[in-house]
């Protein structure tokens, strides 16, 4: 909780707002870092990530954590790549998937970073998917800081017309997240359709949860981390 409260922080100071709403609109960003905040954050970041690192050592030192985690909830890579299963979930059964860098988007094609991957398919290999997607993350934070560019935070945002077609696509924490619009008239968005990765991956964790004991079922749902309204969108 410590270290949530101190990335809360930090995104306050960036942005002034814990969870960074508002801090994306059209066409760019709402607002820009002065160098005074890029460093702070680069600092902040960096002692993060080294106590991440501490209380990660911690729990693989435990024999009673990995007892729990290995070889629970196993999700066969044969099974995944059934039910198309993404992101996080996939890569822990062996998956190599990534939109960033399978579909750069941004600036990701000129960004350094590895995408983790696991064979095992259960608890520990999903919990360890997350630990080398969190250190990622701060090294592509750090990178885009360290050489982000002076311009303008806003671009225009042409208008779609009447009837046409958009489509896009970025890596979510949980996986990809798809957006397909269809433009109306005057601007207006005729329909709208956002699919979020929980909506492939919930199929998933009723083959996961086979041949596991009661008191396992929450580590195997805490592994998916599924959104209820992700799935409904």
Partial sequence: MRLREEVLRLNERLAGHRLLRAAV???GVAIDLREKLVSD???TLLKIKDDFDAVVAIALDSSLVLDRLHATGVLANRIAREL???GIAARASGIDADT???HPYAAYADLSFRVPVFQEGDVWARMMVR???ARESISLITQVLEALPDGETLVAVPRLPAGKNAFGLVEGWRGPIWHWIVAGENGALARVKVKDPSFSNWPALNYAIRKNIVPDFPLCNKS???SY???DL
Avoid: S
């Fill in 100 to 102: 960033r860098r399978d």
């Fill in 84 to 86: 198309q299963v993404c």
């Fill in 131 to 133: 630990v080398e997607e």
């Fill in 229 to 231: 309204a992700g799935n």
């Fill in 224 to 226: 998916f981390n599924l």
């Fill in 41 to 43: 954050a680069v600092q």
């Fill in 25 to 27: 609109v059209p066409g």
